[in-house]
């Protein structure tokens, strides 16, 4: 299945491939975590047949998911050799350090799109470290994927200008703030060229902080249009 990223793309994010079909509505894609799936994930890829192409992520431990380390890269390279999956998430730590490039030089071989992500819990960085993020994961992926933490209207401020510039210099980015104080640039940020919304099916598995339920979302992003 193909996805482009040339416009924005609201993805679905379960753990559960199950949920696929409650997701048609209102979802360009489905984020898998493959992290947080119940089983083996492998198996669940194999035996999918839903509609929507998958964007598919391994989050580790130490960027907020629940993989080990231990077979979560040769994970994500099997990953995508399926026909489904259209997209991959590889944190940009691990493409830097050199064992995450066996994800992208397989997505390139399949014709997969590499999202290159940095994910920061505890705060949001100055303007300049976000933009060197931004620049550095677009070294490697078609998208560089940037979520922090904001903790006053400030934060968001900055993550939006950033967000912004990029955009405009031709770059294809994904940003969002999590936490109560950064909840709106979920919405507003596809406005200054975000491309990559997410939302739970069911908000009670909500794979991140701050996340709107999937249908809320596209309502209001598509609103503000």
Same mark, same amino acid.
């Given at each position: 299945?193909?996805?482009?990223?040339?416009?924005?793309?609201?993805?679905?994010?379960?753990?559960?491939?199950?949920?696929?079909?409650?997701?048609?509505?209102?979802?360009?894609?489905?984020?898998?975590?493959?992290?947080?799936? #119940? #089983?083996?994930?492998?198996?669940?890829?194999?035996?999918?047949?839903?509609?929507?192409?998958?964007?598919?992520?391994?989050?580790?431990?130490?960027?907020?998911?629940?993989?080990?380390?231990?077979?979560?890269?040769?994970?994500?390279?099997?990953?995508?050799?399926?026909?489904? !999956?259209?997209? !991959?998430?590889?944190?940009?730590?691990?493409?830097?350090?050199?064992?995450?490039?066996?994800?992208?030089?397989?997505?390139?071989?399949? #014709?997969?799109?590499?999202?290159?992500?940095?994910?920061?819990?505890?705060?949001?960085?100055?303007?300049?470290?976000?933009?060197?993020? !931004?620049?550095?994961?677009?070294?490697? #992926?078609?998208?560089?994927?940037?979520?922090?933490?904001?903790?006053?209207?400030?934060?968001?401020?900055?993550?939006?200008?950033?967000?912004?510039?990029?955009?405009?210099?031709?770059?294809?980015?994904?940003?969002?703030?999590?936490?109560?104080?950064?909840?709106?640039?979920?919405?507003?940020?596809?406005?200054?060229?975000?491309?990559?919304?997410?939302?739970?099916?069911?908000?009670?598995?909500?794979?991140?902080?701050?996340?709107?339920?999937?249908?809320?979302?596209?309502?209001?992003?598509?609103?503000?249009?």
């Amino acid at each position: 299945m193909d996805l482009s990223f040339d416009e924005f793309v609201l993805a679905a994010a379960t753990a559960d491939l199950s949920e696929e079909p409650a997701a048609r509505e209102h979802a360009d894609c489905v984020e898998f975590r493959m992290d947080l799936a #119940g #089983g083996d994930p492998l198996d669940a890829l194999s035996g999918y047949d839903g509609e929507l192409p998958l964007l598919v992520t391994d989050r580790p431990e130490w960027e907020g998911g629940e993989a080990a380390d231990e077979g979560r890269i040769e994970d994500l390279v099997a990953a995508v050799e399926h026909e489904a !999956v259209a997209a !991959v998430d590889v944190e940009l730590h691990e493409v830097a350090g050199g064992d995450g490039l066996d994800v992208v030089e397989a997505a390139r071989e399949s #014709g997969t799109k590499v999202v290159v992500s940095v994910h920061d819990f505890e705060g949001t960085p100055p303007r300049s470290e976000l933009r060197r993020l !931004v620049e550095r994961a677009s070294e490697y #992926g078609d998208v560089a994927k940037l979520a922090v933490t904001a903790e006053s209207p400030d934060d968001t401020l900055a993550l939006l200008a950033v967000t912004r510039a990029h955009a405009s210099a031709g770059r294809t980015l994904a940003t969002m703030a999590m936490g109560e104080a950064g909840r709106h640039t979920r919405v507003v940020a596809p406005l200054y060229g975000s491309r990559i919304g997410y939302a739970p099916v069911d908000p009670s598995r909500a794979t991140a902080p701050g996340q709107y339920e999937l249908g809320t979302l596209s309502r209001l992003v598509d609103e503000l249009r």
